[in-house]
């Protein structure tokens, strides 16, 4: 059966509507009526975003009311800021922007392993001590199995923490319509399914149809949401694309097994920024933040070492000193290794192209291995300076110094280009005893009267920065 259409006139001045046409709005406005036909949906249409959960698992009732969908001015919308929860955890409330928005659905992702339930336990310990009830559904684990972790990693009182082994959606919905919980856990959303559909569970339509009625039911309810994914082999989301664009805010673990070290990235956030990174320490007790993210990357880096320099990124609002190593070894046979771990191997080619034209420093019967100590993937190009200084050192076999730290883009010319927020990275130098830093002279020659307490020598080019590691000749050139 057609639906059926209302026919209005709407003046495009003011927005008035009106049943008839009229010559002159009650605006003033003359001939500013348009006809417009407005189609009656179903309220309980399950498609819809603004529609409940429970009515779209029942399916439409016969008789059920019906509204006019009608669009808003953007000046007409009522800007509000969002309130937000404490998870406890610092590093945590970084990464998200300042805390857990209320409504909003967190994707979090990581090997296995890596620690994702353990974080996500301990945050929803904190949140039911402090705002109440809290509803953790797993459908890989026994409640068995997540008492245990909560009782090594959380402290304090658990009353309000509720747990859930299921998959089925429709049990964990009228689950949360009885429990009406402040925060929400599903873990992991491949184990869920929904009657609705006949696929098995993990299958790109049930993984699909299960993120979007959690996102009905986080929106409807005001109801904080954090999902648990999978990752491939090659650490991407597992599942379809549409999960990610359906969430707010996407996060990925990652560390090596071997090592205490832990790093959440965020890689998508409607309520922050896309760039910030936490950092946790792996602990019996659970993991702890590091608020000293530079110092813990430097704490190996000692003077007189041979292919190794600091250099600097700025990750989301805070600076990080990081540490470049470099080794170079005469090629035995075929043609010469490239290997790095931290920085892209196209980044590493192109540097040692421009140390050969624009410095005279050929690599072409050399292996070069290049390593970000730490495990840290840093973005940007701001660490191409280091990574040319440190091969050069590693190359001459030059020490270095533990006092010095050098940053800047290296473009296909040899210029170095400036590096944004400098300001912000030299002081974080100051604050770790750096003694001089080499950055580009744009940047030195803006700083030259902010930064007190460290010596800046700016470079215009690879060539002059390398001078600089010359005992003699850094002294002779002294800014």
Known sequence: MAKKAKTVFVCQECGYESPKWMGQCVCGAWNSFVEEKLVDVAENDSRRRGSSVKASMTGAQAGAPSNIVKPTRIAEVKASEQSRMDTGISELNRVLGGGLVKGSLTLISGEPGIGKSTIIIQAASWIAQRYGTVLYVSGEESEEQIKMRAQRVCRGDMNNLFLLAETNMEAIVQAVEQLKPVFLIIDSIQTMYSEMLEAAPGSVSQVRICGNLLMRLGKSGDLPVFIVAHVTKSGELAGPKIVEHLVDCVLNFTGERNQDLRILRSYKNRFGTTSEIGAFEMSEEGLTGIENLSGSFLEGLED????????????????????????????????????????????????????????GISFINQDVYVNIVGGLRPEGTSTDLAVALAIYSAYRRIPGSNKTMAMGEIGLTGDLRPVQNAEKIVKEAVRMGFAQVILPRRNQEKLRDVVKGVRL???????????????????????
Do not use: C, W
């Not at 540490?323 to 191997?345: D, K």
């Open 457 to 479: 020598i700016g470079v215009t080019n690879v060539k002059e920065a390398i001078a600089h590691m010359q005992p003699q000749e850094g002294a002779a050139r002294g800014i």
């Open 304 to 359: 007189g070492t041979e292919g190794a320099m600091a250099t600097a990124v700025y990750e989301g609002t805070r600076p990080l000193l990081l540490e470049v190593q470099a080794l170079t070894s005469p090629t035995n046979i075929g043609f010469a290794r490239r290997t790095s771990i931290g920085v892209e191997l196209s980044r590493l080619n192109m540097i040692l192209a421009v140390l050969d034209r624009k410095a």
